[in-house]
């Protein structure tokens, strides 16, 4: 006759209250890994602010002004995902207004003189991407430093862009116009039950679009696992065969891409080009960024974190504008953000160490 296992029960309690603990030690490492991470405080602030602007301001909330601010930080988006690519290699790319606007009126120009959008568009882009790939060579097999590659490549782009335009304003673009102010300023509208129409532009459904690819790509594809190598560890990388050249020159494509294809929707959206777009739009694509959790030093960033730091950025600049403050007071409050970004993460990087 079988008799009951006293011990045999105390261990089943026993499996049951670690099992408990476990899942509670789980549940707080969790939240501690989710506290940690920079993107999270963004995100959480970029919502608090839009919370808050929304009961400060009767505008603010409107649908106008959201399709206003959805666009706006596209643009910015758009290039910050390239530039975050950049950043986790350990690089730096301050030429991309230029590109912006080279794109821009190579793209102009094109139909400016009759050319189809489905040649003009395309060769727009190859015009951002020679000057990635020129960047890349450099930078990859010359040798030659980042911030002085991409700083010259700053003055040629828009001085090409000066030379192609004879330094005028170009606004009429051929029997195609309507498709190009289609594609950068309209919009997708959505019917939702009990609430107007929805709309989205176009450029947020791009910005969308590439947010999704980048992120996949980061984190499944071979060039993702290289981008963070590389980043990690430039050396390392080398000697266990990852392709350091050609996917530093790649990575300066791509960045050069995604201002190109801002250059092409700015241009749609604003039914003009001249030779300032862009303008110091490297700066804020760079705070962007680094707002978002990309490590200037390499190795760290990420395409949602590139999307968040756009967005509050623009909160903010738009906020200054609904709440009657001096927009010339956009940088500083931008600036204290970088700043703030960058003690975050090396208060982060310290206790890893401890």
């Known amino acids: 006759m079988n008799t009951p296992n006293p011990a045999g029960a105390d261990a089943g309690i026993t499996d049951t209250t670690l099992a408990s603990a476990i899942d509670a030690r789980t549940h707080d490492s969790r939240l501690a890994w989710l506290a940690g991470q920079q993107t999270f405080w963004v995100t959480l602030a970029a919502l608090l602010a839009f919370a808050g602007l929304s009961l400060a301001s009767d505008v603010f909330a409107t649908q106008q002004n959201l399709f206003n601010v959805a666009r706006n930080f596209a643009f910015v988006a758009i290039i910050a995902i390239g530039m975050t690519a950049v950043i986790v290699t350990g690089g730096i790319d301050l030429s991309v207004g230029a590109v912006l606007v080279l794109s821009g009126m190579v793209t102009g120009m094109a139909m400016n003189s009759g050319m189809s959008i489905w040649l003009a568009v395309p060769l727009g882009l190859a015009a951002a991407l020679a000057v990635g790939a020129f960047n890349g060579v450099l930078i990859a097999y010359v040798g030659v430093p980042p911030f002085v590659v991409t700083l010259g490549m700053l003055?040629?782009?828009?001085?090409?862009?000066?030379?192609?335009?004879?330094?005028?304003?170009?606004?009429?673009?051929?029997?195609?116009?309507?498709?190009?102010?289609?594609?950068?300023?309209?919009?997708?509208?959505?019917?939702?039950?009990?609430?107007?129409?929805?709309?989205?532009?176009?450029?947020?459904?791009?910005?969308?679009?590439?947010?999704?690819?980048?992120?996949?790509?980061?984190?499944?594809?071979?060039?993702?696992?290289?981008?963070?190598?590389?980043?990690?560890?430039?050396?390392?990388?080398t000697l266990t065969g990852v392709p350091v050249k050609r996917v530093k020159v790649g990575v300066y494509m791509f960045c050069a891409l995604c201002a190109g294809l801002t250059g092409v929707l700015e241009v749609g959206w604003l039914g003009t080009i001249t030779t300032g777009l862009g303008q110091g739009m490297e700066l804020t694509v760079i705070a962007a960024a680094v707002i978002g959790g990309a490590n200037l030093s390499g190795g760290i960033g990420s395409a949602f974190g590139a999307v968040v730091g756009a967005a509050l950025i623009e909160v903010i600049r738009n906020s200054l504008t609904l709440l009657g403050i001096s927009t010339f007071w956009q940088g500083t409050f931008v600036g204290t953000f970088i700043v703030i970004a960058v003690l975050f993460d090396r208060l982060r990087s310290r206790s890893a160490n401890e």
């Open 155 to 237: 003055s040629i782009a828009r001085s090409l862009a000066m030379v192609l335009s004879d330094n005028r304003m170009v606004y009429s673009f051929g029997p195609d116009q309507p498709a190009l102010l289609a594609l950068g300023g309209g919009f997708l509208e959505l019917a939702l039950p009990f609430v107007d129409p929805v709309r989205i532009p176009n450029p947020l459904i791009f910005m969308l679009v590439l947010m999704v690819c980048t992120s996949l790509a980061f984190r499944w594809s071979r060039w993702g696992r290289y981008l963070f190598a590389i980043g990690g560890n430039e050396r390392a990388a």
